[in-house]
């Protein structure tokens, strides 16, 4: 027994040395960052690229999607900050609210709040020494779509250069019944049990446009429960309030005001948002409102991610999703993903 347990150490040991020396060396300077919006210090990173003239660079500023994520995305930005990096694009972004040295709660944040947010980072960026850019662009992911489009709405001064969405979706609602369709077929379930839940989707979005109190909300759900004998999944109090302060969120308008270039990118084997569906209606929005560039293109075989579905497709990471994603490197994300974020930074097309 104790020969398996020092064997398994040393395996261990070893494996974790192959991994550290595997890893890509940095080719960007990581700086600390704080900045205050509304009443919160914000704290991030501004990333600048090594060896190049640093009064040239296009920077890119982060927005992320939903969860409590720190300023790096649990490591999903990093392989994209290499490859900007390469490049001449700096990047900066930072822990929501309430994460990692960040002062507040994400939670009590709507959409407007969180676009106020991005303008609050751009003009701080714009103060800095270190912060003058030939071209300040931004790009949110996932729920970031319903983010970026009302900075449609800010004045000249508070415009980006550009704008990237990736995988984002055009209606809360509508995406929250996709995404019920897609959990359940995956969990096997037939047509008419789909069916069933959808309606009882449409039902509870019905109650939580009402702003009911939580305890009204928990009281319904326990009820539910007797009824369909399950144990209720339920949301906390601030996901809650959180919910019911965004689930009106809607990107059309905003993208109808959209000038400046605008990339969307989304991958076809997407489980959380309907991508055949929200590139139609990008489509659809530009042609008939003409931001000044825009292009919008899907990706095959890539999840919600923008990564190869053959080894990422998941609907929660887990831990040894994780391991694989850091193993992989930027080799994890679908062909041409990278490099197209990287020639829309630098030039406003591919």
């Not at 609210?97 to 407007?112: C, E, H, R, T, Y």
């Not at 449609?152 to 990736?166: H, L, R, T, V, W």
């Not at 990471?317 to 829309?344: I, Q, T, Y």
Request: charged share 20%.
């Amino acid at each position: 027994m104790r020969k398996f347990v020092k064997r398994s150490l040393l395996l261990l040991l070893l494996a974790l040395i192959m991994f550290f020396l595997w890893l890509p060396e940095s080719n960007y300077t990581t700086h600390s960052i704080r900045f205050l919006s509304g009443k919160d210090t914000l704290s991030g990173v501004l990333n600048m690229p090594d060896d190049l003239p640093k009064d040239s660079l296009t920077l890119l500023i982060f927005v992320h999607g939903d969860g409590a994520l720190p300023a790096d995305a649990h490591g999903y930005y990093e392989p994209i900050w290499r490859h900007l990096a390469e490049n001449g694009v700096a990047t900066l972004a930072w822990d929501k609210k309430g994460v990692g040295a960040s002062q507040g709660n994400w939670l009590s944040q709507d959409m407007d709040a969180r676009a106020q947010e991005v303008r609050d980072a751009m003009a701080y960026i714009r103060t800095q020494q270190n912060g003058r850019f030939s071209k300040i662009g931004i790009i949110g992911f996932s729920q970031g779509g319903w983010v970026l489009p009302l900075m449609g709405a800010s004045s000249k001064a508070q415009n980006p250069d550009f704008m990237i969405i990736a995988s984002g979706a055009v209606n809360w609602m509508q995406q929250s019944d996709y995404l019920t369709t897609q959990r359940l077929k995956r969990e096997g379930k037939s047509a008419a049990a789909i069916a069933q839940a959808l309606t009882q989707n449409q039902a509870d979005h019905k109650f939580l446009l009402q702003n009911k109190p939580y305890e009204a909300y928990v009281a319904r759900e326990r009820k539910k429960q007797a009824t369909v004998h399950t144990i209720p999944r339920l949301m906390t109090r601030d996901r809650y309030h959180f919910v019911q302060k965004n689930m009106q969120a809607d990107a059309t308008v905003g993208l109808q005001r959209v000038k400046c270039p605008i990339f969307a990118l989304f991958g076809d084997q997407d489980l959380n948002v309907d991508a055949q569906k929200s590139a139609t209606i990008y489509r659809q929005i530009f042609k008939k409102y003409r931001p000044s560039r825009y292009v919008v293109k899907t990706y095959t075989d890539a999840t919600h991610g923008l990564l190869k579905s053959r080894h990422f497709q998941k609907m929660k990471p887990n831990a040894s999703f994780m391991w694989k994603f850091w193993l992989f490197g930027k080799n994890a994300f679908a062909p041409e993903v990278l490099d197209d974020l990287r020639a829309f930074s630098l030039y406003q097309k591919l």
